[in-house]
């Protein structure tokens, strides 16, 4: 089955349902059909042709969600471009992804100016003013009143979306995600987290991230839900919002988990339809999970999952045991284990290298063969986090293999300070990374950021430190005003100083 024959299913089975909120109204699973339809047809018109990527730079919307359907109908691989990215990282994405075609919102319009003349295969830009529908932009630029495509059949293997990593430890490249990753990894997503057609979501997360088309909207699209769409998250629009349309379930990162916590106690509204929380793209800590619960009276359900694994490979049970800084056991259909250097299975308990293998997988990086096969060995994707599982089949992520900090032939792994810090009531945030030592080779250093109007003095936080870390683990302090993030609220530790 392909992303079109998918949809069409689930049009047949929840028709008049509402699939999306947005600013602009409600939209039906008939009419996103509808409406994807003729804007299919509006891009083949301009020229899209079968296998095109489509570079696509717009806020989060029901305008984004329908242009990302409506490239896949056309034939199209969607290429989402951050919306933080200046001139420079827009024109490096489009020539990467060897774009042919630009749709950009009108806020954005100074910089399709600038890229012209720099991204030599992209042959036509559509800008979407904010008073006007896509469908309408196209429609004018093709001349004539859309129609209905007519339906085209795609192999499971056609690449659908193409997501940039964000570039953390290195250039961005283009992961290459089928229509088969989203059909199996949909239901797979609803099935995990216990969806039904009374869910309603929110889509806060931008959408150029895998995690946010992932779960809010295909697993919304899966199970006969709806999604609210939120151009950016803000605590305060996130508790009128779960009030407006009796949100069942959010979707975050850690960061918007924390900062919901600390603008609980100014909320108003009435949250009482909320029923779970899902913590992905990083570890969220265990103290800030226990007060979240204890506030919203709402379980959090902590998830693994990469863009290479179309956004899930591991999540605690809804039903059944979960278990607290773990990210749960393996979702259905897909495999994981810890395995050694060697490549040999560790041990419960052990830590190593966490790898799965499963119909989420990803076909690869865009044009980089030698990354590909590094990456994906004998049908296993190495995801580059250290990770153990214990005796349940539980799994608990450790930190980044790139992360991992040698002291004086110690291994320490930031999370677990950072677990301790988050302890500590004064503190809101907090990082670890490795800095040089003439001594020791290297040792960690913690930036915290305090939360708004506690203080804590160095030493405070070291005699902290001191009652729950082993020696060599004692982290040197710096404060800091503010960590800094990716536009999904992932902590940027590159971006710490080393010194």
């Known amino acids: 089955m392909d992303l079109v024959q998918f949809l069409k299913e689930r049009v047949r089975r929840y028709d008049s349902r509402v699939l999306i909120h947005g600013e602009e109204g409600s939209i039906t699973y008939r009419e996103f059909d509808a409406i994807t339809d003729r804007i299919a047809r509006g891009l083949e018109l301009l020229g899209t042709a079968p296998g095109d990527r489509v570079a696509l730079l717009h806020p989060n919307s029901a ?3 329908l242009a990302f359907f409506a490239i896949i109908k056309a034939g199209g691989v969607v290429v989402p471009i951050n919306t933080m990215y200046t001139s420079r990282e827009v024109t490096y994405l489009l020539n990467n992804s060897e774009a042919m075609l630009l749709i950009i919102h009108e806020d954005f319009s100074s910089i399709a100016d600038q890229v012209k003349g720099d991204a ?4 036509r830009i559509v800008v ?14 093709a001349g004539t009143r859309l129609v209905p495509l007519n339906d085209k059949s795609f192999n499971s293997d056609d690449p659908a979306i193409m997501f940039y990593t964000s570039g953390t430890t290195g250039s961005p490249k283009g992961v290459v995600l089928t229509h088969g990753n989203f ?3 949909g239901p797979n997503i609803a099935q995990s987290y216990g969806l039904g057609e009374n869910d309603i979501s929110i889509a806060a997360l931008p959408m150029v991230h895998v995690f946010s088309i992932a779960s809010p909207f295909f697993g919304s699209l899966s199970s006969g839900g709806a999604v609210v769409v939120v151009e950016r998250f803000k605590p305060e629009t996130i508790f009128d919002l779960v009030e407006k349309y009796g949100v069942t379930w959010f979707p975050g990162v850690p960061t918007m988990f924390i900062l919901l916590l600390n603008a609980f106690g100014e909320n108003t509204r009435d949250i009482s339809s909320l029923r779970m929380g899902l913590s992905g793209g990083a570890s969220l800590p265990v103290e800030i999970l226990r007060r979240w619960e204890e506030a919203f009276r709402a379980d959090v359900i902590e998830v693994y999952g990469l863009t290479e694994s179309t956004g899930l490979v591991t999540a605690n049970p809804v039903y059944g045991l979960r278990k607290p800084g773990s990210v749960g056991i393996t979702v259905s259909g897909v495999a994981a284990k810890v395995v050694s250097k060697d490549g040999s299975e560790c041990a419960p308990n052990e830590v190593g290298n966490l790898i799965f293998r499963g119909p989420n997988a990803a076909k690869g990086y865009f044009n980089l063969p030698d990354e590909t096969r590094e990456k994906i060995r004998d049908g296993w994707v190495y995801t580059g986090d250290h990770a153990y599982r214990d005796d349940d089949g539980y799994f608990f992520i450790v930190g980044r293999e790139k992360e991992l900090i040698i002291s004086g032939g110690y291994n320490i792994y930031p999370k677990e300070i950072e677990e301790v810090l988050h302890a500590h009531g004064a503190v809101g945030e907090a990082a670890v990374i490795g800095v040089a030592d003439p001594v020791k080779g290297e040792i960690p250093k913690a930036f915290v950021a305090l939360k708004p109007g506690m203080t ?11 009652g729950n870390l082993a020696p060599y683990k004692l982290p040197k302090i710096a404060f800091i005003e503010e960590l800094p993030k ?7 530790k590159k971006e710490l100083p080393r010194e």
């Open 63 to 65: 305008q984004t969600l």
């Open 120 to 123: 030599p295969r992209l042959n």
């Open 128 to 141: 979407r003013r904010r008073t006007e529908t896509l469908e309408a932009e196209i429609a004018a630029l």
């Open 183 to 185: 059909v199996f990894g």
């Open 456 to 466: 804590a003095t160095e030493e405070e936080l070291a005699q902290h430190c001191k």
């Open 486 to 492: 990716n536009p999904t609220g992932k902590i940027m």
